[in-house]
C-alpha cells in the first residue's frame, strides 16, 4: 500500500495533481488519512476520497469511462498486479511516465518493494494514532531488540532462525513482531526466552491467516501494525530472515529502513519515548542475505538512473511540442 501512494505522490509532484486516496477495500480497509498525515515537505495535497466524492460529477477519466461509478466499482480479478475494472474489463492504472489530459487517474494495484521507505520521510501519525501508540509502547523497556517474523502467506523457518540469532538474544529483552498466532505461542513458552520475549499484542495460538489485507482487517488489527512497526524503528536492532521462498518480508525491510533512518528519531521525539544506543553494523548471515542487499542497493542504483531517463526524456518532448505550437 506504501509502494503504490509513493508511485502516485512522486507522479502527483511532477505533473501538479492532487492525490486522492482510498484505501478502504484493500491494506488498512480504512482511510489511510485516520493514522497518517503528510508535513509540508510533501508539497502535495493529499485528500481522502470520502470527502472529494460529491465533487467527481462530470469530470473525464483515465481508465475512460469510469465516470458513471467512478468509486462505487469493486474491483476483484487482476491482469498481473493491476486489477482490472469489473464491467469493462479496463486495467486500472496510468503510464506513469507522461502527462494526460484528463481530470482523474485511477491506480489500483499491488506491488511491493523499496519505495515505502521513501514515502517515510512526508509522514506523520495523526495525533489519535499518537496516543494510541503511547498507549501500546509506554511498557517497553528502554533498552531492546526487535524480531520480525513473517510466517502467513510468506512461510520462513522460524526455529533454524531464532538458532542463528541467539547469540544476540542472550540477556537481552526483545520484542516477537510476527502476524503468526502459532510462531507467537511457541516462542512466548520456549524456556530459553522466558521474561525476556516481549509482545504488544495477543494473536490466537492457532492462528497463521494473514492479518493484512483481509475482510477481517480493521481499526484494531492496524494499530497492532502500526505498534509492532514504530517499535521496532525505534529498537536498538531488528532482526529478520529470509521466507522459504528465498524472499525478504517487505514489512521486514521497511521496520529495518525506518530503524536507521531519521524517521525513528521524529516518532522518538513526537511520542516522548527514548531510542535505544546504538552500535551499528550490519550482521549478514550466508552469502544469500549478502547477495539480497547487494542486489538492493543495485535496484535502488537502478531505479534512480531510470527515473531519471524518464525524467528528462519527458522534459525534452514537452520542449518539442512547445516548439511547434510557439508563434515565433
Known amino acids: 500500500m506504501l509502494c503504490q501512494i509513493e508511485m502516485c505522490l512522486k507522479y502527483c509532484k511532477r505533473h501538479d495533481r492532487t492525490l486522492v486516496l482510498d484505501t478502504s477495500f484493500s491494506g488498512l480497509r480504512d482511510d489511510f488519512l485516520k493514522y497518517f498525515t503528510f508535513d509540508d515537505n510533501c508539497k502535495v495535497k493529499v485528500e481522502a476520497w470520502d470527502n472529494i466524492r460529491d465533487t467527481m460529477e462530470g469530470k473525464s477519466t483515465f481508465p475512460e469511462g469510469l465516470q458513471s461509478n467512478l468509486g462505487n466499482y469493486v474491483a476483484t480479478n487482476r491482469k498481473g498486479f493491476v486489477y482490472v475494472h469489473p464491467e469493462s474489463g479496463q486495467t486500472l492504472t496510468f503510464d506513469f511516465s507522461k502527462p494526460y489530459d484528463q481530470d482523474v487517474l485511477v491506480h489500483e494495484s499491488l506491488g511491493g518493494g523499496i519505495n515505502s521507505y521513501w514515502l517515510l520521510q512526508y509522514l506523520i501519525p495523526t495525533d489519535w494514532l499518537q496516543e494510541k501508540l503511547k ?8 533498552d531492546f531488540v526487535a524480531v520480525h517474523i513473517r510466517n502467513t502467506d510468506l512461510a520462513t523457518d522460524y526455529r533454524a532462525f531464532m538458532a542463528s540469532i541467539d547469540w544476540a538474544l542472550k540477556n537481552q529483552a526483545f520484542l516477537l513482531c510476527t502476524d503468526s498466532g502459532v510462531v507467537q505461542n511457541e516462542i512466548l513458552n520456549d524456556p530459553r526466552y522466558a521474561g525476556r520475549a516481549l509482545v504488544l499484542s495477543s494473536l490466537d495460538p492457532l492462528s497463521q491467516k494473514r492479518l493484512h489485507d483481509e475482510d477481517t482487517t480493521d481499526e484494531s488489527a492496524n494499530i497492532t501494525l502500526f505498534s509492532d512497526f514504530v517499535a521496532m524503528s525505534l529498537a536498538k536492532n531488528v532482526y529478520f530472515t529470509f521466507t522459504q521462498e528465498g524472499r525478504v518480508s517487505g514489512f521486514s525491510g521497511l ?45 535502488i542504483t537502478l531505479k534512480k538512473v531510470i ?3 524518464l525524467f528528462s526524456r519527458e522534459r525534452l518532448l514537452k520542449g518539442r511540442i512547445l516548439f511547434k505550437i510557439s508563434p515565433t
Open 135 to 142: 498507549s501500546k509502547l509506554g511498557d517497553l523497556p528502554g
Open 255 to 299: 521496520a529495518f529502513a525506518a530503524c536507521a533512518s531519521t524517521f525513528s528519531d521524529r516518532l522518538a521525539s513526537l511520542l516522548g519515548l527514548e531510542r535505544p544506543e546504538r552500535s551499528w553494523g550490519l550482521r549478514v548471515h550466508g552469502k544469500g542475505m549478502a547477495r539480497y542487499f547487494r542486489n538492493q542497493a543495485a535496484l
Open 307 to 309: 527515473r531519471v531517463i
